[in-house]
């Protein structure tokens, strides 16, 4: 199976429809992580193994995300030599599948049937319930390396394994062996699970022992009530005997308990008698406590009263004298205020002078500031000019750069040097005749007149030299040397680029160059000083400081406004400003002086009249504070003589409370006596016969509660006797059933052991053929691996056609040790050997989802080799991150996911 186009719309981040086009061969799907990559390779999946109608957690989260959009795929693949268009919408509950027939779409299937059709033909499964797994993907499971998944953990399905039987021409069987094999497995799935091989519980044998284990526990259930019956009756004759015994204790306890009344009334009484001598006692002990605080009360206040009135003879004699102060300091304090205000107005009339003053003052330094922003104006604009006069000249000058000028000065050496070689190389050439000789020369191609006359002449060439001698003859002289030749193209070539070089600027002598270059860097550094100097002088802009200007002139008309017409300072305009600043500084120091003055005589008066005030407030505070204690003691003593008024309001004398007291202690004495008698009789009268009661009382309450129980416990047991002899079942029958059913269950073991064996048998003939039929998938692995990784690892396959082990220096161990870039590139190998051997029958499909993430630059190039040579005969889709690794394929169609477009849908 082949796939030529993927169309999906509203799938996943594909909102607009777009169409993929996949070519036989080699496909490489490219670009950056999340763009796309996986959820295409997904989308072949899902499209092939998921139920239109499925309702799984994956088909809801292909729409796109915050939408209600309604996902849809279309691919087209080829089978058989066939063409096929699948088309599913999942939210919409459609499939449809299609088959092209002379050019045009013929309409096969719909529905359920469309989705049944469509296994039939790319192999695999539906899953009967939830999402889809590899084991369901046909040749998908072993063909297609999705992404996180490149070792395949679960067996190989059957439709893999049949599919490379019928590659290598493999029979296992007969259609008559098929029928025995069928009937063997279905016998054997009738009697054991699948997997476990065990024993089904629903299977006629597991019944059987099912019917033994019962018939068992039913025999063993009726020895248990034999048994439980006679322990039944033993109990029924044992509790008779403890019931008997138990009731007469019970007479026994009753009558020791109705001896015992008598003495237990006697302790009652006695106890009653104690209790109303010791409420008599404590009623005394009571009145007698509350007469005596009742004393102390009346002394303890007779007490304070007298401290009262002695406290109050202190305080009045502290009142006057603090009184008498207090009037004094208060006078003193008038007079003091009256001297402040005075000395306030005069404050206030300096302050006055002080601002004027400082109005003109500060109005004179404006007018001076004025002068100096004028003058940094004028400055700023003479700055101006001569910084435009200087970058006018430095901008008429053109001159090279210094990089540009070391590499004239580089060219014009290499000039120097080059003629300077070939002058030292060439053929020098000197005439001395003593007549008169003319004729022509010609230098390396170059023709010059010459004309002798008893004189010398020298002429020098580099390659050739021809002489023309007039009326005498022609001599031509030819050094042969290459090397000239090449110096002469060189030398070409450095004037070339020295002109170009040269040509823009305006002599092509180097030191005027060169003194242009200094003058115009010297005009630069006029620049920069004179930019210099602008940024420094001219940080606000000349509209700034025009504004400035104009701010002052305005402040200054304002303030000279602000001094009275009639004041002396207002005379001060327009005279010589630096005397009139002096003056008004030295006239605004002496009011400062005066103001000064003022302020420290009349903050020593106010400090006097707060130590003054303080002193009143203390003073204030300690005679209200003494009155306070004296009203504080006249409300005491008030109070404390009406709670005497109502203790002795009753008109009896301290001595006859007295007497009271003691008449009320001699009866507490006499009554405390008669009660220490009542103690001393406690144990014997009240406590010794009231326990001997209260135990006699306890165990007649058990005799009774275990008569009780014991008559609830022997009906109990009587009905349960009934019971079991109404349930019992003979046992002789049981046994007998179960015998019978035993040999039953011999037989039946037997049968079965014997299909378990078969099937055992079967299953190991079949391995051992699919061992032989893995062995062409196993060389071709293992001459991919030889490409990949040099001679150093040999595969080997387990029985179910699966990778297992490998062998280095000749030793065999487990896949697992090898790094997880290696087992991937082992798999990816696997998958590449499968789909060429079973592209012999039809062209196969192989997916490879980022297989050599973890492969190095050497064994990367021998992987692009074994890629481009297995996809001579079948599809490979290699899906990347990093295209780089694969732009060396030729051949090759690469698809970037960021060129893929929306289509237009009509």
């Not at 008169?436 to 007149?449: N, P």
């Not at 301290?654 to 144990?683: G, H, M, P, T």
């Not at 011999?746 to 299909?755: D, G, S």
């Not at 630059?857 to 899906?879: D, F, K």
Request: glycine fraction near 4%; aromatic fraction near 4%; charged fraction near 35%.
């Amino acid at each position: 199976m082949n796939i030529q186009t993927i169309q999906l719309e509203n799938w996943k981040k594909f909102t607009e429809p777009v169409s993929i086009q996949l070519k036989d061969g080699l496909n490489v799907l490219y670009g950056p992580n999340e763009s796309g990559k996986t959820t295409l390779i997904d989308s072949i999946i899902t499209t092939f193994y998921s139920k239109h109608t499925s309702n799984s957690q994956k088909i809801k989260n292909l729409k796109p995300w915050g939408t209600s959009l309604h996902p849809r795929s279309s691919i087209t693949f080829t089978k058989n030599g066939q063409e096929y268009r699948i088309s599913k919408g999942f939210q919409e509950k459609k499939s449809l599948l299609e088959k092209m027939d002379q050019g045009s779409w013929m309409r096969i299937a719909e529905g359920d049937k469309a989705d049944k059709q469509l296994i039939e033909l790319v192999g695999g499964q539906m899953p009967t319930r939830g999402d889809t797994k590899p084991e369901y993907w046909g040749l998908g499971q072993t063909l297609w390396m999705v992404q996180g998944t490149p070792i395949i953990q679960e067996e190989l399905n059957d439709e893999t394994r049949s599919s490379m039987q019928k590659m290598v021409g493999a029979t296992i069987e007969s259609e008559e062996e098929k029928n025995v094999l069928k009937e063997i497995n279905s016998r054997f799935l009738e009697n054991f699970s699948p997997k476990k091989k065990e024993l089904k519980k629903k299977s006629q044998l597991g019944i059987l022992k099912d019917e033994i284990a019962r018939l068992k526990n039913d025999l063993n259930a009726s020895q248990e009530n034999i048994n439980k019956k006679e322990t039944l009756m033993r109990t029924l004759e044992d509790n008779q005997i403890i019931f008997g015994k138990n009731k007469a204790n019970l007479e026994a306890a009753l009558k020791e308990k109705d001896e015992l009344d008598e003495k237990v009334s006697e302790a009652n009484e006695h106890q009653r008698n104690r209790e109303k001598l010791e409420s008599e006692i404590n009623k005394l002990r009571t009145e007698f406590q509350s007469s005596k605080e009742r004393v102390d009360e009346i002394n303890k206040s007779k007490n304070e009263i007298n401290r009262i009135i002695k406290s109050n003879d202190e305080i009045n004699l502290q009142l006057d004298p603090l009184n008498a102060e207090s009037s004094n300091l208060n006078q003193k304090m008038e007079d003091n205020t009256s001297t402040v205000r005075g000395l306030d107005e005069k404050i206030s009339s300096y302050l006055e002078e002080k601002r004027i003053v400082g109005i003109a003052h500060t109005a004179v330094m404006d007018e001076m500031s004025l002068d100096g922003k004028e003058n940094q104006l004028k400055e700023i604009t003479d700055l101006k000019e001569d910084y435009q006069s200087t970058k006018e000249k430095f901008d008429s000058i053109l001159v090279p750069g210094e990089k540009e000028f070391s590499k004239i000065e580089e060219l014009s050496q290499d000039i120097r040097d080059a003629e300077t070689s070939l002058k030292a190389i060439g053929l020098n050439i000197k005439t001395t005749t003593p007549q008169r000789m003319s004729g022509e020369i010609v230098l390396d191609h170059d023709k010059e007149q010459f004309n002798l006359e008893g004189e010398s002449q020298t002429w020098t060439a580099h390659q050739s030299v021809k002489i023309v001698i007039d009326q005498v003859g022609e001599i031509e002289v030819t050094s042969g040397s290459q090397d000239v030749q090449g110096m002469k193209e060189t030398l070409e070539k450095i004037k070339t680029q020295y002109q170009e070089l040269i040509d823009p600027y305006p002599t092509s002598d180097l030191s005027q160059l060169k003194s242009l270059m200094n003058q115009k860097e010297s005009l630069q550094t006029d620049l920069k000083w004179l930019q210099g100097q602008l940024d420094k002088k001219d940080e606000k802009g000349e509209k700034g400081i025009s504004n400035e200007i104009l701010t002052l002139k305005n402040r200054i008309k304002s303030n000279w406004n602000k001094i009275p017409s009639g004041s002396v300072y207002s005379e001060c305009e327009g005279k010589d400003k630096s005397r009139v600043r002096e003056e008004l500084s030295r006239k605004i120091n002496q009011i400062e002086d005066v103001i000064n003055q003022l302020q420290k005589d009349r903050h020593q008066l106010s400090e006097i009249l707060e130590n003054d005030r303080k002193t009143v407030k203390n003073t204030t505070n300690i005679i209200v504070e003494l009155k306070t204690q004296l009203h504080g003691n006249n409300q005491r003593k008030e109070e404390i003589e009406n709670r005497l008024t109502r203790l002795t309001e009753d008109g009896r004398s301290i001595e006859e409370r007295d007497y009271e007291l003691n008449q009320l202690s001699v009866k507490i004495e006499q009554k405390e006596r008669a009660w220490n008698v009542y103690q001393d009789e406690i144990e014997e009268i009240e406590v010794r016969p009231l326990k001997t009661f209260e135990g006699l009382n306890n165990r007649v309450k058990r005799l009774d509660d275990e008569i009780r129980k014991q008559e609830i416990s022997h009906a109990g047991m009587e009905r349960e006797l009934s019971m079991l002899i109404a349930q019992s079942t003979d046992s002789s029958v049981l046994s007998e059933k179960l015998a019978q059913l035993e040999f039953k269950e011999k037989e039946l073991e037997t049968e079965v052991a014997a299909i378990k064996l078969l099937y055992s048998l079967t299953n190991f003939y079949r391995d051992n053929t699919i061992c032989k039929i893995s062995q062409p998938l196993e060389t071709k692995v293992t001459e991919d691996m030889d490409r990949l990784f040099g001679p150093k690892y040999a595969l080997k396959f387990d029985s179910k056609m699966k990778p297992e082990s490998i062998q280095a220096s000749g030793q065999e161990a487990s896949l697992d040790i090898l790094s997880f870039g290696t087992q991937e590139q082992v798999w990816c190998l696997f998958r590449l050997a499968l789909g060429s051997i079973l592209s012999s029958g039809e062209k196969q499909l192989v997916v490879l989802d980022d297989p050599l993430v973890n492969t190095d630059p050497v064994r990367m190039h021998h992987a692009r080799e074994i890629l481009e040579e297995n996809a001579r005969n079948m599809q490979v889709v290699v899906v990347t991150c990093d295209v780089d690794k694969y732009d060396s394929l030729s051949g090759a169609n690469f698809i970037s996911m960021d060129e893929i477009r929306p289509m237009n849908v009509k």
